[in-house]
C-alpha cells in the first residue's frame, strides 16, 4: 500500500490513484464474470487498474462479490452474509470453473502488478468488521491501493483506525436532487474525510464534484461505458472506472 500517517484527508494520495484507468469489476466480458481471478488477470494484461466489490462472510470476512445475494452471479442462492467464509470460497460462479475469493485471495493473485480500488459494501453504520478485514487483507499488498463506499462510515473508519490506508467516498446524485440531496453529499463529505471522490458519470458535469475538484480533491467517476462519456470524463474528472463496451 502507498501510505500516509495522518488521519486527515490528502489529496495527494488520491492523486496518484490516476494515473490509469480501472476495470470496473475486472475486465470482464466475451465469457469472463465480473470480479473473478480471469477478470482480474485480464485487467492485468491491459496494464489497468482493478476496481473490485467486497461483502461481508457471516464471520465479517471481506469476499469479493458486488450482490448481498448470490443468485444472479453464483451457483446457489441466498445472503452472501449468511454463509462463512469456508462455504462461500467452495461456491461456483456461474459460467466458470472459478468460486468466490476472498479478498486475501484476489490480492495474493493480482501480486502488486495493478493498483486495486477496493469498494466496501457496507449497507449499515456496523461497518468495522469489514473494515477491519479489508485491512488485514491489505496489509500485505505492495502495490497502489485504495478503499471506497457509498456509505461514509467506511472511509471514517480507515481516517480513524488505520488512516495510512487511501480512502475514498462513492458518491451518486440520482435520486437525491434538490437541497435535501446537496446536504446529503455535504454531511456525507464530512463524516468520510476522503482522499478523492468516486462520481456517477451520469451526473457529469455536477457542480458537487467540480467544487471539490477546484479544492483539490481527485475525482474518479463510474461507470464508463461509451466513447461519449469517455470524452465527458477527460473534462470533467481525472479517471475513469470503466466497463469494455457490450
Not at 473473478?36 to 491491459?46: G, L, P, Q, T, V
Not at 505492495?142 to 481516517?159: C, E, I, T, Y
Amino acid at each position: 500500500m502507498r501510505l500516509s500517517p495522518s488521519g486527515r484527508a490528502d489529496p495527494r494520495r488520491g492523486a496518484a490513484l490516476t494515473a490509469l484507468p480501472f476495470a470496473h469489476r475486472g475486465l470482464h466480458g466475451a465469457g469472463i464474470i465480473e470480479n473473478s481471478r480471469a477478470a482480474f488477470a485480464a485487467a492485468i494484461a491491459a496494464g489497468h487498474g482493478i476496481e473490485l466489490d467486497v461483502q461481508a462472510s457471516r464471520e465479517g470476512e471481506a469476499m469479493v462479490i458486488h450482490d448481498h445475494a448470490l443468485d444472479r452471479l453464483t451457483h446457489a442462492a441466498g445472503a452472501v452474509a449468511e454463509r462463512t467464509s469456508a462455504e462461500l470460497r467452495t461456491i461456483g460462479l456461474r459460467g466458470t470453473s472459478e468460486t468466490i475469493p476472498t479478498l486475501a485471495d484476489a490480492l495474493e493473485l493480482i501480486g502488486s502488478r495493478a493498483a486495486v480500488l477496493i469498494e466496501v459494501k457496507a449497507p449499515d453504520a456496523h461497518v468495522a468488521r469489514l473494515c477491519l478485514s479489508v485491512f488485514r487483507a491489505l496489509a500485505g499488498y505492495r502495490g497502489l491501493a485504495g478503499v471506497m463506499s457509498f456509505n461514509p462510515q467506511v472511509p471514517r473508519w480507515f481516517a480513524r483506525h488505520a488512516p495510512r490506508v487511501v480512502r475514498g467516498l462513492v458518491v451518486t446524485q440520482s435520486g437525491k436532487s434538490g437541497v435535501r440531496g446537496r446536504c446529503e453529499r455535504s454531511l456525507s463529505l464530512w463524516r468520510a474525510r476522503p482522499d478523492f471522490l468516486a462520481c456517477d458519470i451520469r451526473d457529469l458535469p455536477s457542480r458537487f464534484a467540480a467544487g471539490q475538484r477546484r479544492h483539490g480533491l481527485p475525482i474518479l467517476t463510474w461507470t464508463v461505458r461509451s466513447a461519449e462519456e469517455r470524452a465527458r470524463a477527460a473534462v470533467h474528472a481525472d479517471q475513469i472506472i470503466y466497463e469494455a463496451p457490450r
